[in-house]
């Protein structure tokens, strides 16, 4: 059997291979050298070596939306994991309507982010015309907003995660630290936390990175307004290849420094979190 695999295994991996190569890799090792030339497309790229790197650096836009982002991402990941899990605590107790909740809890996430960003724009404006602003009056409206939005979209998902994690617990772990005479409290932190570490390395790791991408609900709940505050790194980006004549280098400069940071945070939380698990 193993041997028939082996034979072949090449025959089953090629398309996937294939795939990947045409879909991933080519474009990522174009865009990379890209980054580091002058163009208007693919055909007429000049090297200029590592102008477009300094422009982007030299761009108050890109660095307010990179700091920008960073807030959010922080704010984001703490709110979410924390209400999820306190959500996912209270529906694995057994509970009247427990999968009817998790059904409603976990809905917003089906929404596309376009649509997503726009009904909250209906949302939040029609709070803030009672007092005679919008969304885009000024940036803490749009970033507060957009992290409730986020919040919205990705507590459910987070949600089940988490409840997954909980119910993989042994009742017998539980038991034994009530016998040992654990308060609540301490059972909470002391044997739950660490035993759905596995969880918390998931949804850490999902809200991290979704935080840093978040491009759609960015684009259509505030595009950026007012001038430009409320940018996050991909709508920076996307503003900067296509909506400045000469920048498309740039632009793309960007996107390498973006891809580089998400991919450094990331290993780092997934690093830290997974020193952290212990065996259930």
Do not use: H
Not at 74 to 80: A, K, L, P
Not at 133 to 139: E, Q, Y
Not at 159 to 167: D, E, H, L, R
């Amino acid at each position: 059997m193993q041997k028939s695999l082996k034979k072949y295994f090449a025959v089953f991996a090629l398309p996937t291979v294939i795939a990947f190569v045409i879909a991933f890799l080519v474009p990522f090792v174009m865009g990379v050298y890209l980054s580091f030339s002058k163009f208007t497309t693919v055909t007429n790229a000049k090297w200029v070596g590592l102008e477009n790197y300094v422009r982007a650096f030299s761009d108050a836009n890109f660095l307010n939306a990179l700091l920008f982002t960073a807030k959010f991402t922080v704010v984001s990941v703490i709110t979410i994991n924390v209400l999820a899990f306190a959500l996912a605590l209270l529906l694995t107790r057994g509970i009247r309507g427990t999968n009817l909740f998790r059904t409603a809890f976990f809905m917003p996430n089906l929404i596309g982010g376009i649509v997503l960003g726009y009904i909250w724009q209906l949302i939040i404006n029609g709070v803030l015309l009672n007092f005679g602003v919008d969304i885009t009056f000024a940036a803490q409206y749009g970033f507060w907003g957009l992290v409730v939005l986020m919040n919205w979209q990705m507590i459910g998902y987070m949600m089940i995660i988490y409840i997954a994690g909980i119910q993989n617990i042994s009742t017998d772990v539980i038991e034994a630290a009530q016998v040992d005479g654990a308060s609540p409290r301490q059972t909470l932190f002391y044997v739950t936390i660490p035993l759905v570490m596995p969880s918390v390395t998931i949804c850490t790791f999902l809200t991290l990175t979704n935080s840093f991408k978040l491009f759609d609900q960015n684009f259509a709940l505030t595009g950026g307004a007012p001038a430009r505050q409320t940018a996050m790194m991909a709508l920076d980006i996307f503003n900067s290849f296509y909506g400045r004549m000469g920048f498309e280098g740039v632009g793309q400069a960007k996107a390498v420094v973006f891809f580089l940071l998400v991919a450094a945070i990331a290993l780092v939380q997934l690093w830290i979190t997974r020193s952290r698990e212990v065996e259930n």
